[in-house]
């Protein structure tokens, strides 16, 4: 089964720039989709096939994807992104979601 | 809009079947290319796939958990079910259903079940 691999936790100064890395075997070659999570809500999508933004997500959030690494960028972080963050990828072989183990993102 | 929302007892005994269901509205369940899934989230813990269903009927589950795992979908009355056999303290989780196509585009509330006698 794939294995998707995140930090536990990312620490950013509000106004700063976050990255939070999701790792995995060649990921480079999958389509790769974040959702933030805030305490006691579902998560939400906020970047999906790598780099597209759903509607009502701030333009602040933006991915990138190359190699063994996906990254979820977040400019000028403030307060309100302070959540989990969760990276996912489709496991074609049996066809279901695979997610990572999720980085909480701390401002400072 | 589409909304999904699970009901189901929130306090199920060790050994015995967790139940739930999840109700779909603005949208039909039959339709082509979604699948419809659970998705569970431990206390303090990530997320974990149980498993999917197609609204033919097919079914893909979690391997961990396949043996004890059924989902089931009732198109006449847009719904999908979930049942988890042989429950333990270690399944107390809140859980999620949601429409998926490589993407989980919707996401239900959550409900939380407790295992506990």
């Known amino acids: 089964s794939y294995v998707l691999t995140q930090p536990p936790s990312v620490s950013v100064a509000p106004g700063k720039t976050a990255r939070i890395t999701c790792g995995g075997n060649?990921?480079?070659?999958?389509?790769v989709h974040w959702y933030q999570q805030k305490p006691g809500q579902a998560p939400v999508l906020v970047i999906y096939?790598?780099?597209d933004r759903p509607s009502g997500i701030p333009e602040r959030f933006s991915g990138s994807n190359s190699g063994n690494t996906a990254t979820l960028t977040i400019s000028r972080v403030e307060a309100g992104d302070e959540a989990d963050y969760y990276c996912?990828?489709?496991?074609?072989?049996?066809?279901?979601?695979?997610f990572g183990g999720g980085t909480k993102l701390i401002v400072l | 809009q589409l909304q999904l929302q699970e009901s189901g007892p929130g306090l199920v005994k060790p050994s015995e079947t967790l139940s739930l269901t999840c109700t779909v509205s603005?949208?039909?369940?039959?339709?082509?290319?979604?699948?419809w899934g659970w998705i569970r989230q431990p206390p303090g813990k990530g997320l974990e796939w149980i498993g999917s269903?197609?609204?033919?009927?097919?079914?893909y589950y979690n391997p961990s958990l396949k043996s004890r795992v059924t989902i089931s979908v009732d198109t006449s009355k847009n719904q999908f079910s979930l049942k988890l056999s042989s429950v333990t303290a270690a399944d107390t989780a809140v859980y999620y259903c949601?429409?998926?196509?490589?993407?989980?585009?919707?996401w239900g509330q959550g409900t939380l079940v407790t295992v506990s006698s």
């Open positions: 949601a429409r998926v196509k490589r993407i989980v585009d919707y």
């Open positions: 603005g949208g039909s369940i039959s339709s082509s290319s979604y699948y």
């Open positions: 096939y790598d780099s």
């Open positions: 269903i197609y609204y033919s009927g097919s079914t």
């Open positions: 060649n990921i480079g070659s999958k389509s």
């Open positions: 996912q990828v489709w496991d074609s072989s049996s066809d279901h979601p695979v």
